[in-house]
């Protein structure tokens, strides 16, 4: 097992209409703050590990609220990064039996979308973790957020540290002039754990 967790990604604000509300009856929402990358992290906190999660929020009282949902669940942030203005967010609406659920994403512009490698000190992070996981929703959010990632795998490789990536990106995720084709790959040849699919694969080769 090991002894400490990193892990790195945006955490959104998802908000819902009540039950199975939909969003034209909708007068009020329900706030939940999440990743799947600080989901990874929350979890193993949970079973006993010690646990980080690196991202960029914004330097407001929504920025500090979803912070404070962190700690709550036992993930130390003393590697959160504050710096603009806007919290990554979704709209969910529930699907109910044959109707499916809509989703609306607004986390184009977001705190975290504008990260830039220069932010973030990767060997200190790292300094006393021994494995650091990524997802492939990270890369797709911006050019900056990819070289982030990029960084750490390569800093992690460099300390002996293990690195697990969960291919779970989506082609329609890309909207900054690159693909995931093209990114991917620079990514997964550095990682000793990789998580995916056959139709995952496929897609990140271009097959």
């Not at 819902?16 to 990358?37: D, I, M, N």
Request: net charge neutral.
């Amino acid at each position: 097992m090991p002894k400490k967790v990193i892990t790195f990604g945006e955490v959104m604000m998802r908000l819902s209409p009540p039950g199975y509300e939909k969003f034209s009856q909708a007068s009020s929402f329900e706030l939940v703050y999440g990743g799947g990358e600080a989901n990874v992290a929350i979890s193993c906190a949970y079973l006993g590990m010690k646990a980080a999660h690196v991202t960029r929020f914004p330097d407001n009282a929504l920025g500090k609220a979803a912070t404070q949902f962190l700690r709550k669940h036992w993930l130390s942030t003393e590697h959160v990064i504050y710096g603009d203005n806007m919290m990554g967010k979704y709209f969910l609406e529930k699907g109910a039996v044959h109707r499916p659920s809509e989703v609306v994403y607004e986390r184009e512009g977001s705190s975290f979308s504008l990260i830039e490698p220069t932010m973030v000190n990767w060997e200190e992070v790292l300094k006393d973790a021994d494995w650091f996981h990524w997802t492939g929703i990270t890369p797709a959010i911006s050019e900056g957020a990819y070289q982030c990632c990029l960084d750490a795998i390569k800093t992690a490789n460099k300390m002996g540290i293990t690195v697990s990536g969960d291919i779970n990106s989506r082609n329609n995720m890309w909207k900054y002039g690159k693909t995931m084709q093209e990114l991917i790959p620079s990514l997964v040849q550095n990682c000793d754990v990789v998580i995916t699919s056959s139709r995952g694969i496929l897609e990140m080769f271009g097959l």
